[in-house]
């Protein structure tokens, strides 16, 4: 059984395939999933539609710092009427991202037509969550690419959640995961992690205690390379991750830690549930007009990592 520990099935890119996603998740023996919400009037009635259509989907609430620029000038009501109002809802998708600073990516889609935040206002936004989370016992789900100095401050500056956090599709050095493990992390493997090219972040993978892993595809961002590229979205200009996938990255790390994979599979229910909570249902026999899950949501930018 796998549990995919961050993804966003309720992109506007999955709609008219989400029928078949949630059976080929089905066909893959999937035990659950965290579908992380990136900002509150774009998809996060979208995620709230999925996860009350299917049990095993745990909600994720947070803004993503490429939307801190643009969030709503109420969203910290906003944002607490709606983790109220999901008591098993985890908080996420939140952190930081310097990447998105740089002016050639700024000239690039979607960043062309944002306005994007400076790092000042994504540390205080994603302090901001975290201190939340932490207040009200919730795990949460952190983004953090070219910023980690940054991190570090808030992570000792801030109160951190009791579950604990994610440091989903993990980028740092193996030598910064003791510190990180310490303040409670939990590292994702991603699949996009696959890549033999990325040595760095494997190593790193090496390095994670086995009570602190998990897996996940960001899906539909970061699709594995080819030939783990099994479960291509269809009638896709571009490669689109499916967030099948996640076998593949599953099969990868056991061979990655030299361990077997359903001892993997073990290890990782068990850090899910840590983390996120027990999973009382499987995915339905039955998964008919599953699209219309996404009806709520507002139309969507582009694909978050």
């Not at 509150?40 to 996860?51: E, F, G, K, Q, S």
């Not at 992690?193 to 190593?203: E, L, M, Q, S, V």
């Not at 291509?232 to 030299?258: C, M, Q, S």
Request: proline share 10%.
């Amino acid at each position: 059984m796998f549990f995919d520990a961050h993804n966003h099935l309720q992109f506007e890119e999955f709609a008219p395939h989400l029928d078949q996603i949630l059976a080929d998740l089905i066909a893959i023996n999937l035990g659950g999933a965290v579908v992380n919400g990136t900002h509150p009037l774009d998809d996060w009635n979208a995620v709230t539609a999925l996860a009350q259509r299917h049990p095993w989907i745990v909600p994720s609430y947070g803004i993503h710092p490429w939307d801190v620029g643009i969030r709503p000038a109420n969203w910290q009501s906003i944002f607490h009427q709606t983790l109220c109002a999901h008591p098993h809802a985890a908080v996420g998708e939140i952190g930081l991202d310097s990447l998105i600073l740089k002016p050639a990516r700024q000239a690039a889609p979607p960043f062309d037509t944002l306005r994007v935040a400076p790092i000042e206002e994504q540390i205080e936004v994603c302090a901001w969550q975290l201190r939340w989370a932490a207040n009200h016992d919730r795990p949460a789900s952190i983004h953090c690419i070219q910023a980690w100095p940054h991190l570090d401050k808030i992570l000792r500056n801030t109160s951190i959640p009791r579950p604990g956090f994610l440091l989903h599709a993990y980028s740092g050095s193996a030598e910064q995961i003791p510190g990180l493990a310490e303040k409670g992390a939990y590292f994702s493997f991603n699949t996009s992690h696959i890549d033999p090219r990325r040595t760095r972040a494997r190593r790193a993978f090496q390095a994670v205690p086995l009570d602190r892993l998990l897996v996940e595809t960001d899906a539909p961002a970061m699709p594995p390379p080819q030939p783990h590229f099994t479960l291509p979205i269809p009638l896709r200009a571009e490669a689109l991750n499916h967030p099948a996938n996640i076998g593949a990255a599953y099969e990868n790390l056991a061979a990655l830690r030299g361990i077997p994979l359903a001892e993997l599979e073990v290890q990782i229910a068990l850090n899910f549930q840590h983390l996120f909570g027990q999973i009382n249902h499987r995915p339905p026999r039955t998964v008919g007009l599953a699209a219309k899950a996404l009806s709520s949501a507002q139309p969507f930018k582009g694909s978050r990592v």
